[in-house]
């Protein structure tokens, strides 16, 4: 397993790749047999009374990619913000060592008495689980010299940098719109984080008090991505999906970061996922209409991408006019800004979104 992250670049140093040599990813997971422990996927230990996914140990070179971001030296202190199985936690305790220290929190009080379980079991006593809403942190314990979510977040809570050194680093898997989570390094620049790095990620959602209104739902046997979840939207995308879809070709495969900037650019885009008996598994963007009941999706084709519509048309004029006036950006080309919600944003850069949340304004530039 630690080869092939290595081969695909997302193990990078001799740090992380020691530690994932030396915590032993199945022990985390009881139950599952190792040549599936030691595959690059994500494995779901936990499921909501619906079916959908609760938590999971995340896929190993998600994890590698954000521990390499997180640059966890000896001795650091270090908080992480859900703890699922422990093996993350693990991870960082290697990178620590026996002179750092790690405190984990989790929501879950069963998930949280697992973890400690696991940990204890591979020989990571030392590393400190609470049962907690991690959106407060851990105030009796701080400051720490790193801070880290390993669930996905819409919005910062105002205790994690509150808690974090001063020249300390954040790395947080940071939803942007749907369809678009992103893991960003944070360093603090005076009333701000800025970022240092952003990388692609997708991971589970942080729930409690700063759980946002993004989620995934089931619609007519597809998973739909979606910034708003209400009953009356889902209901209407469910109705939407009835019709029959009109196709049509675009001739051309499209050019990689133009879902980045489509996400940035449209509010109301979608990501849609479903396994079709003759493409496989396919992953679809593109916009949605939840008043008029309008979507319009690019699906990938074999001869080059096509357009799905379905319901009102204008969902599909609208992405016709997004797709002519995008400059594809790759994730790994942005800059990302944390202000706090109440703070102007400097009209300075190639800004391509200002997104407002209760605590943050999230300032995302082409870097």
Not at 13 to 27: D, I, L
Not at 250 to 273: C, E, N, V, Y
Request: glycine letters at 12%; charged letters at 20%; a neutral charge.
């Amino acid at each position: 397993m630690v080869d092939r992250l290595i081969t695909v670049g997302c193990v990078r140093g001799a740090a992380v790749e020691h530690a994932f040599r030396s915590v032993p990813r199945h022990m985390f997971v009881p139950g599952v047999i190792p040549t599936k422990a030691y595959t690059n996927d994500p494995i779901v230990t936990q499921h909501d009374a619906e079916g959908a996914p609760l938590n999971s140990s995340s896929q190993p070179s998600t994890t590698a990619a954000i521990l390499e971001q997180l640059s966890v030296a000896p001795g650091d202190r270090v908080l992480e913000i859900g703890t699922g199985t422990g093996y993350d936690a693990a991870l960082l305790a290697e990178l620590a060592g026996p002179d750092g220290q790690v405190v984990t929190v989790d929501i879950d009080p069963v998930m949280a008495c697992e973890a400690r379980e696991h940990l204890v079991s591979a020989g990571y006593e030392r590393v400190e689980v609470l049962s907690g809403d991690g959106w407060a942190g851990s105030p009796g314990r701080a400051p720490f010299g790193r801070v880290i979510s390993t669930v996905g977040v819409w919005d910062v809570s105002p205790a994690w940098p509150a808690q974090l050194d001063p020249f300390g680093m954040m790395v947080l898997p940071l939803w942007l719109r749907a369809g678009l989570q992103v893991s960003v390094a944070l360093r603090r620049d005076l009333d701000r984080l800025t970022s240092t790095a952003v990388l692609p990620c997708g991971l589970m959602r942080l729930r409690g008090r700063g759980a946002g209104p993004e989620a995934y739902v089931a619609v007519d046997g597809r998973s739909a991505c979606l910034d708003h979840t209400g009953a009356e939207a889902v209901r209407t995308l469910a109705t939407t999906l009835t019709g029959r879809a009109s196709v049509v070709p675009l001739g051309r495969p499209l050019p990689a970061g133009w879902f980045t900037s489509l996400a940035l650019a449209a509010p109301d885009s979608i990501q849609m996922a479903w396994f079709d008996p003759v493409r496989g598994y396919v992953t679809a963007s593109g916009v949605f209409d939840a008043q008029r009941g309008g979507l319009a999706l690019i699906v990938p084709g074999r001869g080059g991408a096509e357009m799905h519509a379905h319901g009102d048309p204008g969902a599909a004029e609208r992405l016709r006019g997004l797709l002519g006036g995008l400059t594809p950006v790759r994730v790994g080309e942005l800059r990302i800004d944390l202000l706090p919600a109440h703070r102007p944003v400097p009209a300075t850069g190639d800004v391509l979104a200002v997104l407002r949340r209760p605590n943050t304004t999230v300032v995302v530039r082409h870097r």
